[in-house]
């Protein structure tokens, strides 16, 4: 488990995801970073599982969406 920012957390999953950096991780493509989100990153990979998850602060199920 891991807390960090808004910055950090796009840049990883970018990477996890394949995308490939740009000038700015706020215009990654993935979208804003809620606050409490969840980033799940998988290993060995990295493999990018869940980005931004606020299921459990919204109460709705990513799964489902």
Same mark, same amino acid.
């Given at each position: =488990?891991v807390? +960090?920012?808004?910055?950090?957390? +796009?840049?990883a999953?970018?990477w996890?995801a394949g995308i490939p950096?740009?000038r700015?991780?706020f215009?990654?493509? =993935?979208?804003?970073v809620?606050?409490?989100? =969840?980033t799940t ?5 990295? *493999?990018?599982?869940h980005f931004? *998850? *606020?299921?459990?602060?919204t109460? +709705?199920d990513p799964?489902?969406l």
């Open positions: =488990l807390g +960090t920012h808004a910055g950090p957390v +796009t840049a999953a970018r996890a950096a740009e700015s991780v215009s990654s493509g =993935l979208g804003p809620s606050n409490t989100g =969840l990153l998988r290993w060995p990979g990295p *493999d990018l599982v931004n *998850d *606020d299921a459990h602060v109460g +709705t799964e489902h």
